[in-house]
């Protein structure tokens, strides 16, 4: 196998790709089927022509909205090649958000399975109108066939050249696409260090960027197997790693948990995992995770725009971002003021002491040249790129050390009796209280003044849910102040979760306490929560009509 020489490092995706050129160790296993790495370049040679005839007028902008099936590898490395720019579509979006996202990023074509096929067929997709193609047909194999062995496309990209629109989750609006160019994509393989010997798992979606720089890229650098798995399990993780001797994993959001959900066994560490890339995950399930299965769970920050970017932190403290990279400057910000936040303080036990002071937003402030933009999106561009600086929309603070952590979203700050504070500390602490396994905190309307703070908390067993229990933990927590106590608990079996299994705030803060979920209220001026029942919540909404609030009502 020919490993990767960091002294003449790729400068394009197309690059990254004919590095593997005769390259015939084993490169792709999905299922029981292999490919070799050289094999793995022909067959996208021959997507690559096979783009290439059928290219359109208009921008080179090719939809695919597929499983992770080695279809999508294929069409990835073929893109490269040819020029084609590569949009991701997200399976999980339907109807009219899906087709927006089509004509959104100017997709000529969509490939697609035959699943998805008729129905996005009815869409009104603009230029990719009647080119909707199921690449599970024989009437595509056959094509891509005849041009197995074909020259590839000249000329190839440049470094500047666009070569992938990544969507954002959309969790605070509309999905944005953000701008990929072959250089950058060239660069982020790179920064993993994988080793041709390595075997990495991939199960996350490819539609996203956490499948793409931490898992698919850096083994199209490094030369090293890719195990693809179609989706996500949980109950066949443990199985597809054992089976593939996998080395490394990589995840976000909420996979972790579903892992350590799976019953144990005396099996739990055989296998040859060395490592777990799982940002968003949660210090309890890290934790958790490393006792059962002895493997750690590392976590850094990075974004699909890739203008601020934190290195892990040994040894920090729970919910830590990590470092910022030599000669980045990076800061947490208020972002009326733009004046720098206070450093972090905390007490013996590591608790935050300071939060209205230290919290403020996560910003880049020499960093905005490596954010290449969103596509179609001037005015999601121009809210990104202030002051010169970038404002990344995640909220944050800082210790003394530099190590920096997460204290939620831009539009996770609530405000109570004049005071604004973030969600993060206060789901921080409830994720510590006996029971629960996940919390989302999130602002729901005062009908007089400000927000009411509402925690959707799912329980490992929600029936037990125990409202006194709740009021005494909350009651001995030296860090908790008694302004973030939950008016509102909503318990709930499963937080909803987008879908790389990010917690999803949107649907919550849409219902409020709207819901079948059981609801608890606590009185003002009192730790003890009650029932809600439908009167109350019949009585809850009147009092939004009777104050005339209810433009308060939006989410």
């Known amino acids: ?10 400068a394009t995706a197309a690059d990254l790709v004919l ?44 939809g695919v909205l597929l499983e992770n099936v080695p279809e999508y590898l294929f069409l990835l490395a073929g893109a490269a090649l040819c020029g084609a720019t590569v949009v991701g579509l997200n399976p ?19 490939i697609t399975d035959t699943e998805r096929t008729g129905k996005l067929r009815e869409l009104q997709l603009g230029s990719a109108a009647g080119h909707v193609i199921d690449c599970s047909g024989s009437p595509y194999l056959a094509a891509v066939s005849d041009h197995l062995g074909a020259a590839l496309p000249c000329p190839r990209p440049d470094e500047q050249d666009l070569f992938l629109l990544i969507f954002t989750s959309g969790s605070t609006g509309e999905p944005k696409a953000v701008r990929v160019s072959h250089g950058r994509a060239a660069r982020s393989a790179v920064g993993m260090r994988f080793r041709p010997a390595d075997v990495l798992y991939s199960a996350m979606p490819m539609f996203h ?20 798995r179609r989706r996500f399990s949980a109950s066949a993780f443990l199985d597809d790693v054992r089976t593939n001797k996998c080395t490394y994993f990589n995840t976000v959001g909420r996979a972790i948990a579903h892992i350590n959900a799976t019953p144990p066994s005396g099996r739990d560490r055989d296998h040859d995992l060395k490592w777990v890339l799982g940002p968003e995950t949660s210090e309890a399930d890290k934790a958790a995770f490393t006792a059962r299965f002895g493997v750690p769970v590392i976590d850094g920050y990075g974004s699909s725009e890739n203008a601020v970017v934190l290195h892990p932190a040994t040894g920090a403290g729970p919910g830590a971002l990590g470092v910022a990279p030599a000669g980045a400057d990076v800061a947490v910000v208020d972002a009326e003021t733009l004046a720098e936040c206070e450093v972090a303080r905390f007490d013996a036990g590591g608790r935050l002491l300071n939060a209205g002071e230290a919290i403020g937003e996560l910003v880049g402030r020499n ?41 939620g979203r831009s539009g996770d700050w609530l405000r109570v009796d004049s005071e604004n504070f973030a969600a993060g500390p206060v789901e921080r602490i409830l994720a510590r209280a006996p029971g629960v396994r996940g919390v989302a905190v999130y602002p729901v309307p005062d009908a007089r003044t400000g927000d009411q703070v509402m925690a959707a908390l799912e329980m ?16 001995d927590q030296p860090d908790f102040s008694p302004k973030w106590a939950p008016t509102y608990i909503r318990v709930v079996t499963a937080l909803p979760v987008t ?11 849409a219902a409020r306490w709207r819901t079948t979920d059981p609801v608890w209220c606590r009185p003002p001026r009192s730790m003890r929560f009650e029932p809600m029942g439908q009167s109350d919540i019949e009585a809850l909404e009147a009092e939004f009509d009777a104050n005339g609030r209810a433009n308060l009502l939006q989410a």
């Open 1 to 10: 196998m020919t490993e990767a020489d960091p002294a003449h490092p790729a």
């Open 19 to 62: 590095g593997r050129s005769g390259d015939g160790a084993i490169g792709l296993v999905f299922e029981d089927q292999t490919w070799t790495w050289a094999e793995v370049v022909e067959q996208s040679a021959a997507r690559a022509a096979w783009l290439e005839a059928g290219r359109g007028p208009g921008p080179f902008h090719v």
């Open 92 to 110: 999980t979006r339907r109807g009219a958000e899906l087709a927006r996202d089509v004509r959104h990023t100017d997709c000529q074509v969509v």
């Open 209 to 228: 960027g956490n499948a793409l720089f931490a898992s698919v890229l850096p083994a199209w650098h490094a030369g090293c197997r890719l195990v693809l």
């Open 367 to 407: 960093s905005g040249g490596r954010f290449e933009g969103y596509y179609n999106d001037p005015d999601a561009e121009s809210s990104r790129l202030r002051n010169g600086w970038y404002w990344s929309g995640d909220l944050a603070y800082r210790d003394g050390d530099g190590v920096f952590y997460f204290a």
């Open 460 to 475: 490992a067993n929600a029936e037990a849910f125990d409202p006194e229990l709740i009021s005494a933990f909350l009651s």
């Open 499 to 509: 879908a790389t299994d990010k917690v999803d705030k949107r649907p919550l803060r």
